[in-house]
């Protein structure tokens, strides 16, 4: 190994440290990056959260759409209890069927 002058030594002692410096600059710049994608992630997921929400809430509609349905297309039973003598039925499915 040759034998170096303290001047290269100085100067090979600022070279690593302006590596060492730049590769932290860049090490810093992908944490940033990073934390940006994290953030975006976060927000979409965030959004797509609501959206479930908001077709989960549509399912519940739709259910409670179709008991209500189901209610109204079946007025011959009054209470659970008996059997209304009126033949209402048959009228309001023709009507309902024909809305769709």
């Not at 959260?49 to 479930?52: D, K, R, V």
């Not at 039925?89 to 009507?95: A, G, S, V």
């Given at each position: 190994?040759?034998?170096?002058?303290?001047?290269?030594i100085q100067l090979r002692a600022h070279q690593?440290?302006?590596e060492s410096l730049e590769s932290r600059r860049r090490i810093l710049?992908?944490?940033?990056?990073?934390?940006?994608?994290?953030?975006?992630?976060?927000?979409l997921l965030d959004e797509q959260?609501?959206?479930?929400n908001h077709i989960e809430g549509m399912d519940q509609i739709n259910k409670d759409?179709?008991?209500?349905?189901?209610?109204?297309?079946?007025?011959n039973k009054c209470c659970g209890l008996c059997i209304c003598p009126c033949n209402r039925?048959?009228?309001?499915?023709?009507?309902s069927s024909g809305l769709r």
């Open positions: 190994m040759d034998k170096l002058s303290p001047e290269e690593v440290t302006d710049g992908l944490a940033i990056e990073s934390q940006d994608a994290g953030i975006k992630t976060i927000t959260g609501e959206q479930l759409m179709r008991d209500a349905e189901k209610t109204l297309t079946e007025p039925t048959k009228n309001f499915e023709k009507l």
